[in-house]
């Protein structure tokens, strides 16, 4: 069944990004619902956005006709599986924050229960404000609204701060973690630290052992995390991707690096994933000037980096959860057991790196989770965002006494 979701639209330039939102939601099997507020109408047309959305797009002039045969804000409000608005306005958010209905967007959410997903745009010296920050805290004090990161950079006005609207694909990816959960935040309070990325072992300057990750896993995973409430930490080899707003992020490079910021925030972890694709081994010499061709060793002395999954393990807490993966080709299930045990870990991810559109470099995966009371469920090929979600649904069905 397709999902519901309803865009709200208020009056702020950052409203052209959200036809590039409407239109991949579409392509992506979303039934949608388009709501201009007055002020939205001065930015871009409902004719745009019900082409993209293929359903007439709705404005304050239907929410008084009275054509309908129940009054629309209710129908609608009944109608959504997911309430988004963006951009968000001070304006609209005064409204919000105050239980205010005098338009057909305010109205709709207040005549809905579903999740309401928001994306602040605005000036900085207006977001900034203090009344405007006292109404965004507030506001989302109530669990259906769930808020995003305003980033920093060039804005309409020329000011370069805060108070830009996120990405639509930032967007896009919170509205697939909220469609999938429910708006549950069942990791709020939690502190989830993941590692993702490769390592790169150097021999000199300019080459390295190495291997293809690109680090996507991971960013999904804190993705997952950050939209199910918990406070995350991402330590992280070079990737090919953005670390979401709200992530604190620890770039690192070497083995020995990610093993000391691992073992630095560990104790702060109430789950730990271990996503990495980390070297096992080192070239045992390093020149600090670019070796010649001639002077390259014809055989490489190699010397093992520390096994960090393990030395975590020695650490772990009662209430702690420790989750390794385990990249294989071949048998994926039997060597991700061995592993799982030998290292002490409460879940392994057994994920196939020989299959078309899955492992290293793709956007989608496919896995097996196993866990030490020898429970086990195939994930089949789905994006990692939803390999991630799947994988923390899997950890509190087998852990319920970590209080999730």
Not at 227 to 254: C, E, F, Q
Request: glycine share 8%; net charge neutral; charged share 20%.
């Amino acid at each position: 069944m397709k999902k519901k979701v309803i865009i709200g639209v208020s009056g702020g330039v950052a409203a052209y990004k959200t036809c590039e939102l409407v239109s991949r939601l579409f392509k992506g099997g979303v039934e949608i619902r388009v709501i201009l507020t007055q002020a939205a109408e001065q930015f871009i047309t409902p004719l745009t956005l019900a082409t993209l959305s293929r359903h007439c797009a709705y404005t304050d002039n239907d929410f008084w006709q009275s054509n309908h045969s129940r009054p629309l804000h209710i129908e609608l409000g009944e109608w959504a599986d997911l309430l988004v608005i963006a951009p968000l306005t001070a304006n609209t958010l005064a409204k919000l924050a105050y239980g205010m209905a005098d338009n057909l967007l305010t109205s709709t959410v207040l005549a809905s229960s579903c999740p309401v997903l928001l994306a602040p745009a605005m000036n900085t010296d207006m977001w900034e404000q203090l009344a405007v920050q006292r109404n965004w805290q507030q506001l989302l004090t109530d669990v259906r609204y769930h808020g995003m990161s305003t980033g920093s950079g060039l804005l309409a006005c020329d000011r370069i701060g805060a108070g830009r609207m996120a990405e639509p694909q930032e967007i896009l990816t919170y509205i697939q973690s909220l469609l999938h959960v429910g708006g549950k935040r069942d990791l709020i309070g939690k502190g989830v630290l993941i590692s993702g990325g490769g390592t790169r072992e150097y021999l000199d300057p300019v080459r390295f052992i190495g291997n293809p990750s690109t680090g996507k896993m991971g960013l999904a995973l804190a993705q997952a995390a950050l939209h199910r409430g918990a406070n995350v930490t991402l330590v992280h080899g070079p990737t090919s991707g953005d670390v979401p707003l709200g992530v604190r992020a620890i770039p690192v490079v070497s083995a020995k690096e990610m093993h000391q910021a691992m073992q630095l925030h560990f104790p702060n972890a109430d789950v730990i994933i271990m996503s990495a694709a980390v070297a096992d081994v080192k070239p045992r010499d390093y020149s600090t000037e670019k070796l010649p061709k001639r002077s390259l060793p014809r055989a490489l002395p190699l010397e093992p980096v520390s096994d960090i999954i393990s030395e975590l393990a020695q650490l772990k807490q009662r209430h702690q959860v420790l989750i390794g993966f385990a990249a294989q080709t071949g048998d994926i299930v039997t060597p991700a057991m061995a592993k799982l045990q030998n290292k002490k870990l409460d879940i392994i991810v057994a994920n196939p790196i020989d299959q078309p559109d899955s492992g290293f470099g793709s956007d989608n995966n496919q896995a097996v989770l196993l866990d030490k009371q020898g429970n086990q469920v195939e994930i089949p090929p789905s994006s990692k965002l939803q390999m991630a979600h799947d994988l923390f649904d899997f950890m509190a069905l087998v852990n319920p006494d970590i209080n999730l």
